[in-house]
C-alpha cells in the first residue's frame, strides 16, 4: 500500500470509529447505514460532488456549504453530517469513499457478517449464489453476503476473495499455471 493510501485509510479509520461508536450509544446503526448507502449512491451518481470531495480547489467553507447542504437535502443522520461538515473543516473530505467502506465493514461486523467478492466467467444462478454464500459461510463462521462480478476473461471458474484470503480456480489462472510448468521443463 502506498503511503498517501495508508495515511487516507487511518484518517479515515478514525473518523469511522467514532462516527460507530456514536451511532452505535444512540441506537442509530440502521439510520447510518441507510445514510452511508444513500451518500455512497450520491458519490457514484453525481460527478459533481465527486469532484467536490476530491478537489483541492474548493475552500473549507465552499466544501462545508456543499457537503452539509448535500447531506441535509438526503436527509443524512445529523450526526453523519455534523461529521462530514468537520472533515471538509479540517479538509478531510477526500476520505470519505474510504470512510464509507470503512463504516459498512464496522456495520457488517456488528452483524456478524463478512463480505465476499465473487468473480465468475458467467452470471450465477439464485441456487448457485445460495449454495456458494452457505459454503463460504461455514469455512468462515460468519454469515456471508456475496458481491458478485462477471469476467468472460477468466474462461470458466470463480475467483472468490473473502478479507485477506483469495480462491481462484478459474481455469485462466490454470492455463497459466500450466504454462509456467511447461516453461520450466523446456
Same mark, same amino acid.
Given at each position: ?24 450509544? =444512540? ?6 447505514? &441507510?445514510?452511508?448507502?444513500? /451518500? ?9 460532488? @465527486?469532484?467536490?470531495?476530491?478537489? !483541492?480547489?474548493?475552500?473549507? @467553507?465552499?466544501?462545508? &456549504? =456543499? ?6 437535502? +438526503? #436527509?443524512?443522520?445529523?450526526? *453523519?453530517?455534523?461529521? /462530514?461538515?468537520? +472533515? ?7 476520505? *470519505? ?5 470503512? /463504516?459498512?465493514?464496522? $456495520? ?7 463480505? @465476499?467478492?465473487?468473480? &465468475?466467467?458467467? !452470471? ?6 445460495? %449454495? ?8 468462515? #463462521?460468519?454469515?456471508? %453476503? $456475496?458481491?458478485?462480478?462477471?469476467? @468472460?476473461?477468466?474462461?470458466? =471458474?470463480?475467483?472468490? &476473495?473473502?478479507?485477506?484470503? +483469495? ?7 490454470? *492455463? ?11
Amino acid at each position: 500500500m502506498s503511503e498517501s493510501a495508508s495515511i487516507s485509510a487511518g484518517i479515515a479509520e478514525r473518523y469511522a470509529t467514532a462516527v460507530f461508536e456514536i451511532a452505535k450509544e =444512540g441506537g442509530s446503526l440502521k439510520a447510518l447505514e &441507510t445514510s452511508i448507502d444513500d /451518500l455512497s449512491t450520491a458519490l457514484a451518481e453525481s460527478p459533481d460532488l @465527486a469532484k467536490l470531495v476530491s478537489s !483541492p480547489v474548493f475552500s473549507r @467553507a465552499e466544501q462545508r &456549504t =456543499g457537503v452539509t447542504a448535500v447531506a441535509e437535502k +438526503m #436527509g443524512v443522520e445529523p450526526m *453523519l453530517k455534523n461529521t /462530514l461538515a468537520l +472533515m471538509a473543516d479540517k479538509r478531510r473530505l477526500f476520505v *470519505l469513499p474510504a470512510l464509507i467502506q470503512q /463504516l459498512r465493514n464496522r $456495520l457488517a461486523d456488528e452483524r456478524g457478517e463478512v463480505t @465476499a467478492d465473487v468473480v &465468475t466467467a458467467k !452470471p450465477l444462478t439464485k441456487e448457485q449464489t445460495a %449454495k456458494l454464500s452457505e459454503t463460504l459461510a461455514k469455512q468462515v #463462521g460468519k454469515t456471508v %453476503k $456475496l458481491n458478485t462480478a462477471v469476467d @468472460a476473461d477468466i474462461i470458466g =471458474g470463480l475467483i472468490v &476473495t473473502v478479507g485477506s484470503k +483469495m480462491i481462484d480456480t478459474s481455469i485462466r489462472s490454470r *492455463l497459466g499455471a500450466l504454462q509456467n510448468a511447461m516453461k520450466e521443463v523446456g
